[in-house]
């Protein structure tokens, strides 16, 4: 079976649509390294959007690379996103509003179709990712501050299963583990790939 086509033979994007649409899912075995910290203190809400890029030849995932200077994860590949500020009225408002800031894609071209489980991050965050696809023509402007790079990554490698690797770092103690979807040099994991691990599941998981 052609991963792009979905578990049950539809189209990916057809599948992925009419799942987020029957509701909340039951989410998968980790969502995120930051549970643990949940529990102990509040996490901070942010956002991202999870651009799913409609292409003639098949659709395609929008991602951004972190210029390297940065303080938090620098050169790290992500989400256009962010932690949600007092004028935002809800994740799916600063998923948006981020979106726009970073990479200036304008939210005329982002079809919102609903948002995969929270991803609780181990630096203190609860992630809502806000699934949107989007329509070109794509005309961006990336900050050059925050964003190296955008680049897009066929939607069927992240739903090939032989594409997913899982890890796992001693780190400050405690065992840490995390997911991984190397793609042409771009070594996609942590949070980014946790997300796209959801998205594979929205798919797959029937019960």
Do not use: C
Request: proline residues 9%; charged residues 25%; hydrophobic residues 40%.
């Amino acid at each position: 079976m052609n991963p792009a086509s979905g578990p049950h033979g539809l189209p990916a994007l057809e599948q992925i649509r009419r799942r987020l649409a029957e509701g909340p899912r039951r989410d998968g075995e980790f969502n995120g390294d930051g549970r643990d910290l949940a529990r102990s203190r509040p996490p901070k809400p942010a956002a991202v959007l999870v651009p799913l890029v409609v292409r003639d030849e098949a659709p395609s995932v929008l991602l951004t690379r972190r210029t390297d200077h940065l303080h938090h994860h620098p050169g790290e590949i992500s989400f256009p996103g962010g932690r949600l500020e007092d004028g935002d009225a809800s994740p799916l408002h600063a998923a948006l509003r981020e979106t726009e800031e970073e990479i200036g894609l304008a939210r005329r071209h982002v079809e919102l179709i609903g948002a995969l489980p929270d991803y609780f991050t181990g630096t203190g965050f609860r992630v809502t990712p806000v699934v949107g696809v989007v329509h070109p023509p794509l005309e961006l402007t990336l900050d050059a501050f925050e964003v190296a790079e955008a680049f897009e990554v066929p939607l069927a490698h992240f739903l090939d299963p032989r594409n997913h690797q899982e890890h796992s770092i001693l780190h400050e103690g405690r065992m840490r583990r995390f997911h991984a979807m190397p793609w042409h040099g771009y070594f996609i994991w942590g949070a980014t790939a946790g997300i796209l691990m959801s998205l594979y599941r929205l798919l797959h998981d029937d019960a």
